[in-house]
């Protein structure tokens, strides 16, 4: 199942684009989404030589509503966010109109950025896309992040709220994570033994493309600051699940808790 996961996904971001067809898996039937959304990337310039550390970004978008709280719940028309996705590999999901790309482990050459409007649900708008090529000529190159080898297999416990807990509004969920290495800077690059961060879900962790579906957010620290604004009152499951560089949950290692959302 994990596996059919990954290859949708891959599928999907690009990665394997025009070596396979799509097919109906059991992530479901891999689609674009029509939002709407018109985006035109401001920064960076066309093919833009890179020799800071990090890209700045930034985008206008227009008939579409950009709300990161909403993100992982259910679709509603003309709102989402946009991806950003770095040699077809998903980066991170962005709400404002600015971003920065880490340049950590990217080697230096050619390289692009592609700007997707996403629904809620995390589903692109592939026809909405923007392609930004660039080439990084570090003047000042980072040191690359080795693989990490732990005495213990990695593990991550959800230390707050406490099962059973009610939440208003909006709540942090702190975890504690063992025997693994948290990295921002690694999101969207290749996986590297040890290395990886965490994705907060609601309810589910098997809807669409890798259980990204129903993905509130991930983090690379110790919390995540959740947004009730699309979740119906009542009680739900929040879970959080260690991911790899390429947001897969291959680490195997997840936490959940059950609490009481109030109106
Ligand atoms: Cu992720």
């Known amino acids: 199942m994990r596996s059919t996961r990954r290859t949708t996904f891959a599928l999907a971001t ?28 401001l920064t960076p310039s066309k093919s833009q030589l890179v020799t800071g550390n990090s890209l700045s970004t930034r985008v206008a978008l227009s008939n579409f509503k950009i709300d990161c709280a909403l993100a992982g719940t259910p679709n509603r028309k003309g709102i989402g966010h946009y991806h950003i996705e770095l040699d077809h590999l998903l980066v991170n ?12 482990n990217v080697t230096p050459g ?8 996403a629904t809620n649900s995390h589903m692109d708008d592939m026809q909405a896309a923007k392609t930004r090529p ?16 732990f005495p213990g297999k990695p593990s991550i416990r959800i230390v707050s709220p406490r099962n059973g807990a009610t939440v208003r509004k909006s709540f942090d969920l702190v975890v504690a994570v063992r025997n693994f290495r948290l990295s921002c800077d690694l999101y969207g690059k290749e996986n590297l033994a040890g290395w990886g961060h965490w994705h907060a879900n609601v309810d589910t962790t098997t809807r669409g493309m890798m259980g990204m ?29 260690l991911v790899d560089n390429i947001h897969a949950p291959s680490v195997g290692a997840q936490d959940a808790v059950r609490l009481t959302v109030a109106k």
């Open 93 to 104: 999901m962005f709400c404002g109109p600015r971003a920065q790309i880490s340049m950590k």
């Open 110 to 117: 050619p390289h692009q950025l592609k700007f997707i409007p």
């Open 213 to 241: 579906a129903t993905m509130l957010g991930m983090s690379c620290g110790r919390s995540f600051h959740i947004s009730l604004a699309g979740i119906e009152p009542g009680t739900h499951r929040f879970i959080a699940i």
């Open 134 to 149: 660039f080439v990084y000529r570090p003047s000042h190159p980072l040191s690359k992040a080795r693989p990490l080898h």
């Open 14 to 41: 690009g990665v394997a684009a025009g070596a396979l067809a799509f097919t109906a898996s059991a992530a479901g039937p891999p689609m674009t989404a029509h939002t709407g959304a018109k985006l035109r990337v």
